[in-house]
């Protein structure tokens, strides 16, 4: 995975992308109860948790989902889900890590969906229609927020039945 140029992929993350929006769109999240059996991951190279669009990104994942972590490299997310025994996954890459990460992740049984969080939609929509658990390339959190909530009604909807 390390060579010079998945490195230099990385630059074109997801804390590039937007991730600002109204404080309506979070309140009308909040509505929902907080899923609390669901774990994301937030892996990206550049997440830094003093940059205001990675504050305001966490934020708007944890109106959704009680527990986010975030990682940085693709094996710290790896060994995150191949520890996670309980709760049903959600994983959100950067579209330069994702391309590496996906064909290591995809089959693992609790991973229920994949969303790419990037700066660059139709470079990443390419490979990302190869494989069946990623719910979509997204540019902002926005949209992952709500087809993360959609994901969530959906597993709840089918461990009840």
Known sequence: MGGKNSKAAIAHSTTGATASTAA???AMLRREPMAENYLVIWVDGNIDMANEDCKNTM??????????????TAEQCIQQLMDNQEEISFVISSGALGQHL?????DMAKLNGIFIFCGNKQRHQVWAQNW??????HTSIKNICEKLATAIKQCNQDHMS
């Open 24 to 26: 309506s769109s979070t």
């Open 59 to 72: 934020e708007q994942l944890r109106a959704v989902v009680n527990q986010v972590n975030t990682c940085k």
């Open 102 to 106: 996906i064909p290591d992740i995809h």
């Open 132 to 137: 069946a658990k990623i719910k979509g390339v």
